[in-house]
């Protein structure tokens, strides 16, 4: 499965965006769905994940409560809604797939098999 992100740019603090990731050459529907991000200078880490049926969801502690993962697989397309963005938020954001079907759960980098090319969000102070 071939996955592609956008949605990124220049967005003020306190301001919002929804990142999409459209998936290609298969279907995502019974795949953990994961959001990444890496800031400069910093490792690549885990921001959110959904399960196959979204119903089931994950945050990383600092984008709890500001962030939400959704999915819509009949459009085969995750997204993830970014409020409230701070300076902090500024990365390379990247979704993931675990392709093993029906798994839910991973943080881990390792576990997915699949990555988009990433999108860049710049929030400005």
């Known amino acids: 499965v071939q996955l592609q992100a956008s949605g990124g740019g220049l967005v003020q603090a306190g301001g919002s965006r929804r990142l999409s990731c459209a998936a290609s050459e298969g279907t995502i529907s019974t795949y953990w769905m994961g959001w990444f991000r890496q800031a400069p200078g910093k490792e690549r880490e885990f921001v959110a994940g959904i399960n196959w049926s979204g119903g089931f969801t994950s945050y990383s502690d600092s984008v709890k409560g500001r962030f939400a993962i959704s999915r819509d697989n009949a459009k085969n397309t995750v997204y993830l809604q970014m409020n409230s963005l701070k300076p902090e938020d500024t990365a390379v954001y990247y979704c993931?797939?675990?392709?093993?079907?029906?798994?839910?759960?991973?943080?881990?980098?390792?576990?997915?098999?699949?990555w988009g090319q990433g999108t860049q969000l710049t929030v400005s102070s």
């Open positions: 993931a797939a675990d392709l093993r079907k029906f798994f839910s759960g991973s943080r881990s980098q390792s576990d997915f098999g699949s």
